[in-house]
C-alpha cells in the first residue's frame, strides 16, 4: 500500500512538472513572438528615418543649386 501511495504522489509531482514546464514553455514563445514583432516594428522606424534622410540629403542638394 505505500509503495502504490509513493508511486503515486511521484507520478502527481512529475505530471506538474510537466504542466509548469508547459507553461515556461508558453510563456517564452509569447516572449518570442513578442520580440519578433519588435524587431518588425524598430525595422519599419528605421526604413522610415532612412527615407525621411534622404528626403532631407534631397533637400539640401537642391537648396544648394538653387543658391
Same mark, same amino acid.
Given at each position: 500500500? *505505500?509503495?502504490?501511495?509513493?508511486? +503515486?504522489?511521484?507520478?502527481?509531482?512529475?505530471? !506538474?512538472? %510537466?504542466? &509548469? +514546464?508547459?507553461? +515556461?514553455? !508558453?510563456? %517564452?514563445? #509569447?516572449?518570442?513572438? @513578442?520580440?519578433?514583432?519588435?524587431? &518588425?516594428?524598430?525595422?519599419? #522606424?528605421?526604413? @522610415? &528615418?532612412?527615407?525621411?534622410? &534622404?528626403?532631407?540629403?534631397? *533637400?539640401?542638394?537642391?537648396?544648394?543649386?538653387?543658391?
Amino acid at each position: 500500500m *505505500a509503495f502504490m501511495d509513493a508511486y +503515486r504522489k511521484r507520478v502527481l509531482t512529475m505530471e !506538474q512538472e %510537466l504542466d &509548469k +514546464r508547459a507553461i +515556461r514553455e !508558453q510563456s %517564452l514563445k #509569447e516572449k518570442k513572438e @513578442a520580440l519578433e514583432l519588435d524587431i &518588425k516594428l524598430l525595422k519599419s #522606424e528605421l526604413k @522610415a &528615418k532612412e527615407e525621411m534622410l &534622404k528626403d532631407i540629403n534631397i *533637400a539640401i542638394i537642391r537648396k544648394g543649386e538653387v543658391e
